[in-house]
């Protein structure tokens, strides 16, 4: 018998089912965002004794399941590499990470420019600033679901210029502002006085606010200052916020309750 042919992977999420066993959320380069159960796993005998351990969100693995059904079930499990420490902040941006692949990805949808994205972003939050790399993934795993957010033009196709403000809604696009919105802040929600709303798109009457210079510096990559980062956040909200839908994210809510 042909040994198994083993597909990368990692756990997005799991949970017990019955007593030893767990059901798992799998997100694998080959066959997308599928459900696993791991029978026994929580019971395993010394000489797989690390499969619950290793069956943990974070580990890059190599995996084999078999089944036809939704949930297969899963026959092997290996170590792909070491697991990558994410700790304290950075632990809930990766939980962040995995919420918005659970949420966004249906099943069995192979995804495997994304799956080598999203092993970048999390080897990438153990070093660098947070912010910028969960804005480049949120970017990206927009584009590859066919909704990418163009910041380098507004919706009627002129390049973004620094010097302006636009306002964002994802039924609108990026819509420059009269210089009137600018004030008093200009990265924040807007809400327009009765001069500025009569030059102004009804449709942007509650748009989400950013400025060209911060556009051009987030389409670039490059670092933030902490008031563009605020502004670079709310834009990715509101980008999200349709495909996402109103059940709010768990892994915000963990992290506004962290501790300190």
């Not at 939980?95 to 069995?108: D, I, K, M, S, V």
């Not at 009804?202 to 605020?230: F, I, K, M, N, W």
Request: aromatic share 6%; hydrophobic share 45%.
């Amino acid at each position: 018998m042909s040994a198994p042919v083993l597909k990368r992977g990692f756990i997005l999420h799991r949970r017990d089912y019955r007593n030893t066993s767990l059901l798992l959320e799998v997100f694998s380069a080959e066959a997308g965002r599928l459900a696993c159960i791991a029978k026994g796993a929580k019971t395993a005998p010394k000489g797989r004794g690390a499969l619950a351990s290793l069956l943990q969100p974070f580990q890059p693995l190599w995996l084999h399941w078999v089944g036809r059904g939704e949930v297969k079930t899963l026959t092997r499990a290996e170590a792909a590499a070491s697991a990558i420490a994410l700790g304290g902040e950075r632990l809930y941006c990766g939980f962040y990470l995995n919420e918005l692949l659970l949420r966004l990805l249906a099943r069995a949808d192979p995804q495997a420019a994304l799956f080598v994205f999203y092993q970048q972003a999390l080897a990438d939050l153990a070093s660098e600033a947070m912010d910028l790399v969960l804005r480049r993934f949120e970017l990206r795993l927009l584009e590859e679901l066919g909704y990418a957010l163009d910041l380098r033009r507004d919706r009627h196709g002129v390049p973004i210029d620094p010097n302006r403000c636009y306002g964002y809604r994802p039924e609108v696009g990026l819509e420059p502002m009269p210089d009137a919105a600018m004030e008093p802040r200009p990265e924040a929600r807007w809400g327009p006085g009765p001069a500025v709303a009569a030059s102004v798109d009804p449709d942007l009457a509650l748009a989400t606010l950013v400025s060209g210079a911060t556009l051009q510096r987030l389409a670039a990559g490059s670092a933030l200052s902490p008031s563009e980062s605020r502004a670079a956040r709310g834009l990715m909200r509101a980008a999200l916020a349709p495909h996402l839908g109103p059940k709010p994210l768990r892994s915000r809510e963990l992290f506004r309750r962290r501790p300190g």
